[in-house]
């Protein structure tokens, strides 16, 4: 995956940290972080169905991790 859009997966899962499930207050979190995330989850909605789940669960387990 283009590190653009690994970098988005990272973020979204570290901002889980803070707020869980995906509410206002989550989104606008990401966006303080990566104002063009809508495009990259975009990017992610269109071409990610091949890797994608490998790459979040292992991102997610970590996520688990650190808390």
Known sequence: ???NILDYIVVHELTHLMEKPHSKRFWGLLRAVMPDYEI???????NGKSWICDEVFVIHMLSIVVQ
């Open 1 to 3: 995956a283009p590190s």
């Open 40 to 46: 990259r989850k975009q990017w992610l909605k269109e």
